[in-house]
């Protein structure tokens, strides 16, 4: 099948949309698909076409901080002919948009992969764009988790169909982790990207709160745009002496961190999915994380963690693991002994391959009738 991966953002660029995207379209040339991916994410060198397999054609606009708006799909579709388009869009995606809307006037199979969370104003918009879009054929929607596709199937009202496929992750990388070393104090981690959205103050405060009950330290793995205010925050209280704050590491850096942690916290409410607490959850790590967030899909609370909500849930949560010895170990034994098969990669390939045999028989144009491959020709892109 020839698939064609649509996403804003990509690589060079690291977030959890752009590591999914390459490892779903990696994953799936593997299984013998033929995928390309396009972006309107620059590559920082001059030809727009990767040579690499999944190829990656960069369609970029030139604009002030490099904002991945890009330029028309249509000409790529034409040009390649895909069996299915596969788009994955965040909160806010204006190159997803427009290719959906171009894919479905295409009349080619079309699936968007919602996932973030909807808040208020991103409700409103896709709300709009899906009052045109539930007019079309062949159009399926899936989001990363249960909380995620909720708001999604309140708005669609079953005029399109809204499955949850959950994102993919190598279970034996992150199994891999190094043995657990001892700390002495309980060691809390946090891993992810240092935005707004991922409540990094909060992330703080729990961590204060918590110290002043009982002696822990704690590192937070990642950067962006908050993470000025969130050192302002630690020199205020000052958490220098157990708090480290590491910057953006590699995988390999996370999966030792991970090695010497005790718990992992990811507190934000609008946590769609949580890929980083996954790997901790597979690393044998309990994971604390808020009910109804997307994290819930694969931590039961008092089984590969504790959920709790709001400040008061999630500090009670952290204080219950880092004050319990036995509990933490039983969570870690059975982390260490179980996987959540839904994340796996052959459950994920084959839950998208029933959403593109949806699509596609649900368009009257149906599948490609061309044969050839992804052109290699850095004109294809431009």
């Known amino acids: 099948m020839r698939i064609l991966h649509v996403s804003d953002c990509f690589l060079p660029r690291l977030g959890g949309i752009e590591v999914q995207v390459d490892e779903l379209a990696r994953a799936q040339h593997t299984a013998g698909h033929d995928v390309a991916i396009a972006t309107a994410t620059p590559s920082g060198h001059p030809d727009p076409v990767d040579p690499v397999d999944p ?12 904002l991945p708006i890009g330029g028309s799909l249509r000409g790529l579709l034409e040009r390649v002919g895909p069996d299915v388009v ?27 992969t919602v996932h973030s969370l909807w808040g208020p104003v991103s409700e409103v918009t896709y709300r709009a764009l899906f009052a045109g879009w539930c007019r079309s054929r062949g159009f399926v929607v899936t989001t990363v988790s249960e909380a995620a596709a909720a708001p ?15 994102n993919g992750i190598d279970t034996v990388t992150w199994r891999e982790t190094p043995p657990w070393l001892p700390t002495g104090q309980v060691h809390v981690v946090a891993v992810g990207r240092l935005a707004p959205r991922k409540e990094p103050i909060l992330l703080l405060r729990l961590l204060n709160s918590v110290r002043d009950q009982t002696p822990i330290r704690a590192t937070v793995v990642g950067d962006g745009p908050a993470r000025a205010a969130m050192e302002r925050y630690a020199r205020r209280h000052d ?22 942690a005790d718990v992992f916290l990811a507190p934000a409410a609008r946590e769609s999915f949580g890929l980083a607490a996954l790997e901790a959850r597979l690393a044998g790590v ?4 808020q009910t109804g967030s997307g994290v819930a899909d694969f931590v039961t609370s008092g089984r590969e963690g504790l959920l709790g909500h709001g400040f008061r849930g999630l500090s009670g949560a952290l204080l219950r693991l880092a004050t319990d010895h036995d509990l933490r170990d039983g969570i870690t034994a059975h982390n260490r002994a179980t996987e959540p098969m839904r994340c796996t990669w052959p459950a994920v390939l084959a839950a998208f391959d029933r959403c593109y045999g949806m699509a596609i028989r649900g368009s009257s144009a149906g599948p490609g009738a061309g044969t050839r491959r992804w052109s290699r020709s850095p004109s294809s892109s431009r």
């Open 286 to 289: 309990p994971v604390v994380a």
């Open 86 to 112: 596969h788009i994955h869009a965040g909160a806010v995606s204006p190159f997803a948009w427009r290719a959906v809307r171009q894919a479905l006037r295409g009349r080619v199979p079309t699936v968007m």
């Open 239 to 260: 958490m220098g002496g157990w708090l480290r704050l590491t910057g953006r590491l590699d995988r390999t850096e996370v999966r030792e961190v991970l090695a010497a």
């Open 152 to 166: 999604i199937r309140g708005v669609v009202a079953r005029r399109i169909p809204v499955e949850v496929v959950s």
């Open 55 to 66: 190829i990656v054609h960069r369609i970029v606009v030139p604009l002030p901080w490099e």
